[in-house]
């Protein structure tokens, strides 16, 4: 069921990795020496970095290496909601291919203005397999009257500080929410209650809390189906589930599903089942998060995410 999630996107972080590990193998000692310096070098620079200019990237190949690397914020851009407030789009990029990161909220992980603080993950898992970096993981809703005004996200790890702005003045970082037109694409509509609203783009949807113990398995549920905006879309629907915050492991029984058309155009939609297991006792949020295909994500479209909360006892 997994297979087909992660061919598409397969090469493309091949020829990374081929492109990082043929390197040394070509230059000489020398040269290499060279690289890394010019590697610890990088590192001060881009904890002064704020945002990108228009046309420039906040990703940087450069930056991997399996353990020991720090985690970079990323401010995807913004987008207009309904009711006339913006949402402010954050994502991640851990440098690390293979370690994984905790940092709590508090004085290493926080947003200001305070107001906003407390809905970024805790929990930063590596580079993921078949694409670049995490996309979109939170977003902040800001009022429409926001202005010139910044909500600024800082991640501090090793002696290092890394902070990123979301701001809404420039038209350079408007993103499309939930609909692409250009690719006649638009988000999956996620609902986490059988009987909910459903909900579209980065933004998503939160419910819960829903009750679990420790070392015991808890059944969680979503429904994905798609709005009909675009009725030649058959493309099935993928769901991927994540450790959002929390203080313990979480384990899950199925971490990755694929909905085909005939699943996901039934009444009321699908319903993609997981089995959670949570390692210790505490408060949780799993995010699950429903897309397309992997490549859609560099157009910063087309996802929904959903957010459970989970309240874990003895």
Same mark, same amino acid.
């Given at each position: 069921m997994t297979a087909a999630l992660?061919?598409?996107?397969?090469?493309?972080?091949?020829?990374?990795? *081929?492109?990082? &590990?043929? &390197? !040394? &193998?070509? &230059?000489?000692?020398?040269?290499?020496?060279c690289l890394s310096a010019s590697l610890e070098a990088q590192? !001060?620079?881009?904890?002064?970095?704020?945002?990108? =200019?228009p046309g420039e990237t906040q990703f940087n190949l450069d930056f991997?290496? #399996?353990?020991? @690397?720090?985690?970079?914020?990323?401010?995807?851009?913004?987008y *207009? %909601?309904?009711?006339?407030?913006?949402? %402010?789009?954050? @994502?991640?990029?851990?440098?690390?291919?293979?370690?994984? /990161?905790?940092?709590?909220?508090?004085?290493?992980?926080?947003?200001e203005p305070s107001v906003y603080d407390g809905v970024q993950p805790t929990h930063f898992l590596p580079v993921p397999e078949g694409d670049r970096r995490h996309w979109g993981v939170f977003t902040v809703t800001v009022p429409s009257d926001f202005g010139d005004g910044d909500v600024v996200w800082s991640l501090r790890h090793d002696g290092r500080t890394y902070s990123v702005p979301g701001r809404i003045r420039s #038209?350079?970082?408007?993103?499309?929410?939930?609909?692409?037109?250009?690719?006649?694409s638009s988000s999956p509509v996620l609902r986490l209650e059988r009987d909910g609203t459903g909900a579209q783009g980065p933004a998503g949807i939160s419910a819960g809390p829903v009750s679990?113990?420790?070392?015991?398995? +808890?059944? /969680?549920?979503?429904?994905a189906q798609r709005?009909? +905006?675009?009725?030649?879309?058959?493309?099935?629907?993928?769901? *991927?589930?994540?450790?959002?915050?929390? !203080?313990? *492991?979480?384990?899950?029984?199925?971490? =990755?599903? =694929?909905?085909?058309?005939?699943a996901w155009s039934a009444e009321g939609g699908a319903a993609v089942i997981t089995d959670a297991t949570f390692s210790e006792p505490g408060s949780y949020v799993v995010r699950v998060l429903a897309y397309n295909r992997i490549p859609e994500f560099e157009f910063q479209c087309c996802w929904t995410n959903g957010y459970l909360h989970v309240e874990v006892g003895r």
């Amino acid at each position: 069921m997994t297979a087909a999630l992660v061919a598409g996107g397969g090469r493309r972080i091949g020829r990374w990795t *081929r492109r990082l &590990a043929l &390197a !040394p &193998a070509l &230059a000489v000692s020398a040269a290499a020496a060279c690289l890394s310096a010019s590697l610890e070098a990088q590192l !001060p620079r881009a904890s002064q970095q704020r945002v990108a =200019e228009p046309g420039e990237t906040q990703f940087n190949l450069d930056f991997l290496r #399996p353990s020991g @690397g720090p985690v970079i914020p990323i401010f995807e851009g913004w987008y *207009r %909601l309904p009711d006339g407030s913006y949402a %402010l789009s954050f @994502g991640y990029f851990n440098v690390n291919t293979e370690e994984i /990161l905790d940092i709590p909220l508090g004085e290493d992980n926080f947003l200001e203005p305070s107001v906003y603080d407390g809905v970024q993950p805790t929990h930063f898992l590596p580079v993921p397999e078949g694409d670049r970096r995490h996309w979109g993981v939170f977003t902040v809703t800001v009022p429409s009257d926001f202005g010139d005004g910044d909500v600024v996200w800082s991640l501090r790890h090793d002696g290092r500080t890394y902070s990123v702005p979301g701001r809404i003045r420039s #038209p350079h970082y408007q993103i499309n929410g939930w609909v692409f037109p250009g690719r006649e694409s638009s988000s999956p509509v996620l609902r986490l209650e059988r009987d909910g609203t459903g909900a579209q783009g980065p933004a998503g949807i939160s419910a819960g809390p829903v009750s679990a113990k420790a070392g015991e398995p +808890v059944r /969680l549920v979503a429904w994905a189906q798609r709005d009909g +905006v675009f009725p030649d879309d058959l493309r099935p629907i993928h769901l *991927r589930w994540f450790k959002h915050r929390g !203080p313990g *492991r979480v384990t899950f029984g199925e971490p =990755e599903a =694929e909905v085909p058309h005939e699943a996901w155009s039934a009444e009321g939609g699908a319903a993609v089942i997981t089995d959670a297991t949570f390692s210790e006792p505490g408060s949780y949020v799993v995010r699950v998060l429903a897309y397309n295909r992997i490549p859609e994500f560099e157009f910063q479209c087309c996802w929904t995410n959903g957010y459970l909360h989970v309240e874990v006892g003895r």
